[in-house]
């Protein structure tokens, strides 16, 4: 099964 | 000192009620560019953000940027406590470690004002580039919300795909699958009933069935829903606020290990 990504690993922290 | 005067009450009723079971704790930003909040879910999988511009207030004072960290559970508790047609006015003092919410009924014969606690809250603000995505889909709110409702009784995942064909929601579970293919339509009566498909090119995400029911709490804010999908990326799952602005849900899609 494909796994749950991370949505901080998708965006920049500002 | 602020100072934020909403005579459609109800709408900040219903952003609560939207992102409450997705977010516990977040701080409200308050900023010549309006009231607004962006928060993650607990297991970093979803960022909300919201913005309610200050033209949409009928007063909206702030001499000075404020950020108000708040339990939103507890605000919903309180904005419960809201007609549906109040008029809310939210108040705080500098330095104060309080928020203040006022209810007026519309003829301004019951006045109530609920002071909650606010918290300090330490949190990450990410940036969200401006993405050229592969595919945008706008169709009814109500319509999204009830294939994520329909697909989740059958599996867990839902596999969204946009092609040629047309937009394609997709689950399988133990007890079999499921499809529903939503073609662009714009022969209809009124706008918001249209499905409109802008593809620059094929896409396919998977994503959690739980986020996606979790995200359509938001329905009624907004006749219309669109989704802004890119190959590996997160989905971008918008509720305009009529003449306010926006709810915008991220959502980290899954991905083949």
Known sequence: DPKQGNIMSFFKRV | MLELRLVQGGLLKKVLESIKDLV???????????????AMDS?????????????????YWCDRNISMGMNLNNMAKMLK???????ITLKAEDGS?????????PTQDKIADFEMKL????????????????????????????ICKDLSSIGNT??????????RFSTRGDIGTANVVC????????????TIIEMNEPVSLTFGLRYMNSLTKATPLSNTVTLSL?????????????????IRFYLAPKIEE
């Open chain 2, 24 to 38: 516990n704790d977040a701080n409200f930003d308050c900023s010549a560019t309006g009231f607004s909040l962006q």
């Open chain 2, 43 to 59: 297991s970093q999988v979803a960022v909300v953000a919201l913005l309610l511009r200050p033209e949409g207030f009928e007063r």
């Open chain 2, 81 to 87: 406590c809201a007609g549906n047609d109040d008029i």
């Open chain 2, 97 to 105: 470690d309080t928020v203040t919410f006022m209810f007026e009924s």
């Open chain 2, 119 to 146: 918290m300090d809250i330490n949190s990450e603000r990410l940036g969200f580039p401006e993405a050229d995505y592969h595919a945008i889909v706008r169709m009814p709110s109500s319509e999204f919300a009830r």
């Open chain 2, 158 to 167: 839902v596999v969204i795909s946009v092609t040629k064909e047309g937009v």
């Open chain 2, 183 to 194: 073609r662009q339509n714009t022969a209809v009566d009124k706008p918001e009933e249209a």
């Open chain 2, 230 to 246: 890119s190959s590996g990326l997160p989905a971008v799952v918008e509720y305009r606020i009529a003449e306010m602005g926006y």
